[in-house]
């Protein structure tokens, strides 16, 4: 198990697809492109005022509002102790796309989803792993990130899956409240593994996150970030045998089971 926070690998610009893959993505190495966006017009262009003046009409279809009236009751929440985070697929919001390009190590286009994150300072991701590769943008303001390897899966585990145990555990529970979870310091100081990084990510840098790392997620600023996540059809059969003895075997149920029975002893006086 991993028991300290050591420094996160950064390089200026992103290497070959075969120095990637043997780098980094064949070893499960994060590390940090210092200097990736140097000719993105993202990294000149986006602000809060310029997306409500070019995509201000632009229906977010899952939130049914338009981002002008989204940025307003974000600033609304904001104003009144809350916290509004804004997460969608790119293609939500057309024009966005074509104002930044990614290597292509992902190689299937067809098993990419890119996402757009925006939100005031306060946002936090609870902690959680994705089974999926991740080039990691931040375009705007800072994020603090910790990264867990894979391995520490067996002291994480309840973490694995937010959807599915945000109402059992209680980093998730305190972030359904009002979107900003507990202090960051008291579960870090609680958590049974340290992480294996602790780092903050600057405008201009893009993180490369393995399949399988957890991570958490804390905006220190007003923040808009990418994220362009790719499996491989490999990992879609690696993945596939536990996916279906689990499900054969009463999973995800018989976790969620587990931990609520787990809680409930927990909080007996
Ligand atoms: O930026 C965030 O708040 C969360 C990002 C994240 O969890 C991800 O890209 O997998």
Request: glycine share 6%.
């Amino acid at each position: 198990m991993q028991s300290f926070v050591g420094d996160i690998e950064r390089r200026d610009t992103f290497p070959s697809h075969e120095e990637f893959v043997r780098e980094f993505m064949s070893v499960s190495r994060p590390v940090l492109f210092t200097r990736a966006m140097a000719d993105w017009s993202a990294w000149s262009a986006w602000n809060l005022d310029w997306l409500e003046r070019q995509h201000g009409s632009v229906l977010l279809k899952g939130k049914q509002l338009s981002v002008r009236d989204w940025i307003a009751k974000m600033k609304d929440a904001l104003a009144n102790g809350r916290i509004e985070y804004l997460s969608v697929p790119i293609e939500e919001i057309p024009g966005l796309a074509k104002d930044f390009s990614l290597p292509d190590y992902y190689r299937f286009e067809l098993l990419r989803r890119t996402e757009t994150w925006i939100g005031p300072a306060g946002t936090r991701t609870p902690l959680h792993c994705d089974y999926s590769e991740n080039l990691f943008c931040q375009v705007i303001g800072r994020k603090r990130f910790q990264l867990y390897s894979p391995d520490a899966i067996s002291a994480l585990e309840p973490a694995i899956d937010y959807a599915l145990y945000r109402d059992y555990v209680p980093e998730y529970i305190a972030h359904e409240r009002n979107g900003r979870g507990d202090d960051l310091e008291t579960i870090l100081a609680h958590e049974p593994v340290k992480p294996r990084f602790d780092f903050v990510i600057e405008p201009g840098e893009v993180m490369y996150l393995p399949y399988g790392w957890f991570h958490r997620v804390s905006g220190l600023e007003f923040s808009w970030s990418i994220s362009s996540r790719w499996v491989t059809p490999g990992m879609i059969l690696r993945r596939l045998p536990s996916v279906v003895a689990n499900t054969l075997k009463g999973e995800p149920a018989r976790s969620v089971k587990k931990i609520r029975e787990e809680l409930t002893r927990s909080n007996a006086p």
